[in-house]
């Protein structure tokens, strides 16, 4: 879908579709009660629509009648030019937040886009935040996020929507949306970007493969990234032992890609973030294999670097006032005579010896010695993202992206940016029982607690082994959140979702 601006509402006015909205008031009755109001009695006070000659036709409609504007509920009828108006009810117009115009844009446009060449927008009418340029970004980004579909393996590739989504605006406000326009796009194609890394078939996404597109793609679209592509015997050098532990049993050697990027007005107080993401292209568990039924769904292990990469391009194209470094750790986890056996012990990259008690626990490893590494760049804050353990789903489902670390103030700061993009994050806690569960009786720390027992936050004290130089750590589990996320309009309902890239580029770009 393509988005225009409609300064002089010509371009609304002549579209196959125009979507307006209503929304649900209340009115008194003769016993001082309230009950909803039919929009027949009030059009005009629960409707911006901007056209006398829409009302009035509306008006003469007996569905309007019935019609009472709630959340979701919609009406259809043919305007005076023979175009299709659809009437989206919008509920309580005080409930109706940011993430319920993206939610109901989406929805909108997810039923009628294949159906018409033009849809009309009337951006005031979901302006309920009382910003119709951020109204107008709103919109844009639920567009920029609903219009994305993943069928490069189908023989009969899915018909593409080329409609143009016409978005009416007030004139004196059309440079700033324009300019917010602008910064979306560079938002939500990063995170298609990403939704197609993590969609990719793992019998071509190899770790070789990933690094070579993550750095095709830094060339072509990301001018002034360093980039370095760490391969095997350069990790070697640099004593990943517990990457490469995973690594072992695999065919294609593991590869660590190190980005760098650096603001114009770069001083020696600049703030520094560093992002790491576990890319663990597939994952059978090793010679702690999982069950088949488990086994399916394991190319979505690598859905971490996506996330932080897709995070990184976004600030990158943004202009982030910060530095901001992005390691994206690869390899898979397979099974082969030189595969890491349960009961070995291997000594990381920070000198401390690991007792691996189950291969299956691999992206633990694969952090450990990608975090020693980034603590060695002296960053500010630290963010890592990983689809690390299927315990938070059981503690967060499928919604909530669970945060562990090493600083309050910290996680608030990344909270208010999740909440700010409609996205749910939620921290939780790690305690000196769970840092004693993870010491081994033959080694320093084993790569496991004891099982069934709070294995996101025994796994989060395993990372927090390898954290040094006093820095900020947050830790986001978001094995729950990164596919299927079929609860979300502007999200796929199989396949990745996305989700938490909005949160982290929004902080990287707040630059506080």
Not at 101 to 108: C, D, F, Y
Not at 269 to 274: A, D, S, Y
Not at 404 to 427: C, R, T, V
Request: glycine share 8%.
């Amino acid at each position: 879908m393509n988005i225009k601006l409609d300064t002089t509402g010509d371009q609304f006015l002549n579209c196959d579709l125009k979507i307006l909205t209503a929304f649900q008031v209340e009115v008194s009755t003769s016993k001082g009660k309230k009950k909803s109001a039919k929009t027949t009695e009030s059009p005009v006070s629960i409707a911006h629509w901007g056209n006398k000659t829409l009302v009035e036709e509306f008006m003469g409609l007996r569905a309007a009648a019935t019609f009472k504007a709630g959340k979701d509920e919609t009406l259809t009828f043919t305007g005076p030019l023979g175009e299709t108006v659809l009437v989206v009810g919008l509920g309580n117009k005080e409930k109706f937040d940011d993430e319920s115009i993206r939610k109901s844009v989406a929805k909108a446009l997810k039923a009628n886009a294949s159906k018409f060449s033009t849809i009309g927008i009337d951006v005031e009418g979901f302006n309920t935040i009382e910003d119709d340029i951020q109204t107008a970004a709103l919109i844009a980004e639920s567009i920029g996020m609903c219009d994305y579909t993943y069928d490069h393996y189908k023989s009969k590739k899915q018909e593409k929507s080329d409609c143009t989504v016409f978005l009416a605006v007030d004139k004196k406000n059309a440079p700033k949306v324009q300019k917010e326009l602008a910064s979306v796009k560079n938002i939500t194609s990063s995170i298609n970007v990403a939704r197609d890394f993590v969609n990719e078939v793992p019998n071509v996404l190899n770790s070789v493969e990933y690094a070579k597109r993550i750095e095709a793609d830094v060339k072509k679209n990301l001018k002034g990234v360093k980039i370095k592509i760490l391969n095997k015997a350069q990790l070697k050098k640099e004593n990943m032992n517990l990457f490469l532990a995973v690594n072992a049993g695999s065919a294609h050697e593991a590869r660590l890609v190190h980005l760098t990027y650096e603001p114009a007005k770069m001083t020696s107080k600049t703030k520094h973030v560093c992002l790491v993401g576990k890319g663990l292209t597939f994952d059978t568990g090793g010679y702690s294999l999982k069950p088949g039924g488990s086994m399916m769904g394991m190319k979505y292990d690598m859905a971490g670097s996506a996330t932080v990469y897709g995070a990184f391009r976004a600030a990158v194209l943004e202009k982030a006032p910060i530095k901001i470094t992005c390691l994206l750790a690869m390899t898979d986890n397979a099974v082969n005579e030189l595969a890491t056996m349960p009961d070995s012990v291997v000594t990381a990259r920070n000198g401390m010896t690991v007792e691996i008690l189950n291969t299956d626990a691999e992206g633990r490893l694969v952090l450990a010695d990608t975090l020693d590494y980034a603590c060695d760049l002296k960053p500010h804050y630290l963010i890592d993202a990983a689809t690390l353990t299927g315990a938070i789903l059981i503690a967060l489902g499928n919604q909530v992206a669970g945060v562990m670390g090493n600083d309050d103030e910290f996680y608030q700061e990344l909270k208010n940016h999740a909440d700010a993009n409609g996205e749910y994050i939620w921290q939780m806690p790690i305690i000196e029982e769970w840092r004693n569960d993870i010491k081994s009786k033959i080694a320093d720390i084993k790569n496991i607690g004891t099982p069934m027992r709070a294995g996101s936050t025994s796994a989060a004290a395993f990372l927090e082994c390898f954290i040094k130089n006093d820095v900020k750590w947050a830790h986001f589990d978001i094995a729950g959140v990164a596919d299927s996320a079929s609860h979300l309009p502007y999200c796929p309902a199989n396949g990745a979702s996305g989700l938490i890239i909005r949160t982290l580029a929004s902080y990287l770009l707040d630059g506080k």
